[in-house]
């Protein structure tokens, strides 16, 4: 059986300030390969890029964390220097993909930024920065040690019982990495919260009701795929998905 082909959304970069280029992780590149068993092909965000083809040409679509955030526009809000960079690029294909996805029943994984980018492209709204919220801890990325340690777990999330990601990690509490400045302040419409950090700050959703998989997390899972309890079998389920689509079923999130 041919493997579902799966499109992961880009990053935008500029190499020496003068080279535009286009490009994704290595990580999420082979956990979908070794792990989801479906063949990655890494998605330009190019404002040319034509939505309907995309839905045409792809099994299911990863949308990958990254350095820009949704710019706060694309939620009501007006941009600060607490909001970072932008890529306004990747909103605009992002956001739109993700609501068709939903709508068609194409499964979608959203992972930190794009965990970010599904809440707001159903209506959702973001805090700028959790670590300067009362009772909050610093979800940010260690800014010095080795790869090891700044993907390493770093707090339990707790699920919910009977919920998707109960049955995909077997578990009601899991141990994940965490890596990003923003979250979740008010979630869209039919986001489920899921999962959440001992702070209380959301880490799982999906969205309810769905006709497909549309599962995201805002911890790395692609790290350490392969091995990793918790990693391995969301990749494993984000695969079975998109075959599953791909042979005309679809694979309902929750």
Request: aromatic share 8%; with cysteine.
């Amino acid at each position: 059986m041919t493997r579902p082909v799966v499109g992961i959304i880009s990053n935008s970069h500029m190499i020496n300030d003068e080279y535009h280029v286009y490009g994704g992780g290595a990580m999420m590149v082979q956990a979908l390969a070794d792990v989801s068993d479906v063949l990655p092909v890494i998605i330009p965000v190019d404002p040319s890029t034509d939505l309907d083809t995309l839905m045409a040409a792809f099994d299911g679509f990863l949308f990958p964390g990254g350095r820009p955030n949704v710019h706060p526009e694309e939620y009501g809000e007006e941009p600060t220097e607490a909001h970072g960079t932008f890529e306004r690029d990747r909103d605009r294909l992002s956001l739109a993909l993700i609501r068709a996805c939903v709508a068609q029943g194409k499964p979608i994984l959203g992972i930190c930024l794009g965990f970010q980018e599904v809440n707001v492209a159903m209506g959702g709204t973001l805090y700028p920065e959790i670590r300067d919220l009362p009772g909050r801890d610093n979800h940010r990325m260690p800014p010095d040690g080795t790869l090891e340690e700044k993907f390493g777990r770093r707090h339990e999330v707790t699920v919910t019982e009977g919920g998707p990601f109960h049955r995909i990690f077997g578990a009601p509490k899991v141990v994940t990495n965490t890596l990003h400045g923003q979250g979740i302040k008010e979630p869209g419409s039919r986001i489920v919260i899921d999962g959440r950090a001992p702070d209380g700050t959301p880490e799982a959703i999906y969205v309810a009701d769905a006709p497909g998989f549309t599962l995201a997390v805002q911890w790395h899972p692609e790290w350490q795929a392969a091995t990793d309890p918790v990693s391995r079998p969301l990749f494993e389920a984000f695969g079975d998905a998109c075959r599953k689509h791909a042979v005309g079923g679809l694979c309902r999130a929750g």
